[in-house]
């Protein structure tokens, strides 16, 4: 009797320890998976603006898995003002932002911001003079006379004086009128003649959308720089300290890009199940022509997202001409080539 206790006891210890040991080895397999989880290392992007074409290629890079195969955790957050993707990149409160040239030259020549680009994502201003169809205008000298509507930005009061002035023109007779951001209601309603900083990838598409046809002047046929419309930006901090996880993030998001340009209907889905429909709800006829329009803007024989010093300078020198800038800044701190 006393050996058969003793075997039911054995027995019954047996099972215990198996159990035991079957949750230690679910606890070691959930804690082998957190570890996994926490060794993808976290990097934070935000965006311009809203989701919309132009960042297709981030949220394909997202979806089809290339940021974690790279061992990375990407945050792609929406700026609450203009200003954020800079100003919290040079914080360090986020490790990228989207920007614009333009804007990154004033931060660091007039600001002494600590920021450089680490990436061209549109190598070319989609920034234009639009107007109607039926418009009497033909080039930037036919402004004189007129009133053009613009954002109450200074670079796009710089860009329409070299712009009238390389035509021949006399950029005092040019009435610019500050309209806010109702651009396209402003030309379609002829409260201005023609309006700049409507971009040919939105305001375009949109006003097209809604019946209206429009011409448009390209600042580089006028003495403009083919500036790069928006860049990648860090802090110089950051590139110090995360240099690999930033271009680690730049190869995964070159496989977007490529799958954007080989898939783009495909990439758009992608985006359109990603859109903030409650700010930023979006057309997808309007999308499918922006997406159109900006691949070949931002394709580059060099790699996707390379830079080129003469580019930098040449755009420097317009803006200083301009005014919009007091200084030079050093070429060598405000942008790397991240695609060599």
């Known amino acids: 009797m006393k050996k058969f206790l003793l075997l039911i006891l054995c027995f019954m210890l047996g099972i215990l320890t198996a159990c035991s040991g079957g949750e230690s080895t679910s606890t070691e397999q959930a804690g082998e998976g957190k570890e996994e989880t926490e060794e993808l290392k976290n990097v934070s992007i935000m965006l311009d603006w809203y989701p919309n074409a132009v960042h297709s290629y981030l949220y394909v890079a997202q979806e089809k898995g290339y940021f974690k195969e790279e061992g990375l955790n990407v945050d792609i957050q929406f700026p609450a003002n203009p200003t954020d993707p800079i100003n919290l990149a040079a914080a360090g409160q986020i490790t990228l932002g989207i920007s614009y040239q333009p804007d990154v030259i004033i931060a660091r020549a007039n600001q002494d911001v600590k920021i450089k680009s680490v990436g061209a994502i549109v190598r070319s201003p989609l920034n234009r003079v639009v107007f109607l169809e039926d418009s009497e205008i033909q080039s930037p000298k036919d402004l004189e006379g007129k009133t053009v509507g613009y954002p109450g930005i200074p670079l796009?009061?710089?860009?329409?004086?070299?712009?009238?002035?390389?035509?021949?023109?006399?950029?005092?007779?040019?009435?610019?009128?500050?309209?806010?951001?109702?651009?396209?209601?402003?030309?379609?309603?002829?409260?201005?003649?023609?309006?700049?900083?409507?971009?040919?990838?939105?305001?375009?598409?949109?006003?097209?959308?809604?019946?209206?046809?429009?011409?448009?002047?390209n600042p580089t046929e006028y003495s403009i720089p083919s500036y790069n419309e928006l860049i990648a930006v860090t802090s110089d901090k950051t590139w110090e300290e995360e240099q690999d996880s930033i271009k680690a993030f730049w190869r995964a998001a070159t496989k977007g890009y490529e799958f954007t340009a080989e898939n783009p209907e495909e990439a758009l889905n992608i985006l359109l199940s990603n859109q903030d429909e409650a700010n930023?709800?979006?057309?997808?006829?309007?999308?499918?022509q922006s997406l159109d329009i900006l691949l070949p803007l931002m394709e580059s024989d060099e790699g996707f997202g390379s830079q080129s010093k003469?580019?930098?300078?040449?755009?420097?020198?317009?803006?200083?001409?301009?005014?919009?800038?007091?200084?030079?800044?050093?070429?060598?701190?405000?942008?790397?080539?991240?695609?060599?």
Do not use: C
């Open 310 to 340: 003469e580019q930098w300078e040449d755009t420097i020198n317009w803006m200083k001409e301009a005014g919009l800038i007091e200084k030079d800044p050093a070429v060598e701190d405000i942008f790397v080539n991240i695609s060599e």
């Open 156 to 217: 796009n009061e710089s860009l329409i004086k070299s712009m009238v002035k390389a035509d021949g023109g006399n950029p005092d007779n040019v009435e610019m009128v500050d309209v806010g951001f109702e651009l396209g209601s402003s030309i379609v309603s002829e409260k201005v003649d023609a309006v700049i900083g409507a971009y040919i990838n939105h305001e375009v598409p949109v006003l097209k959308h809604e019946g209206y046809e429009t011409r448009n002047l």
């Open 280 to 288: 930023f709800p979006l057309v997808e006829e309007v999308e499918v």
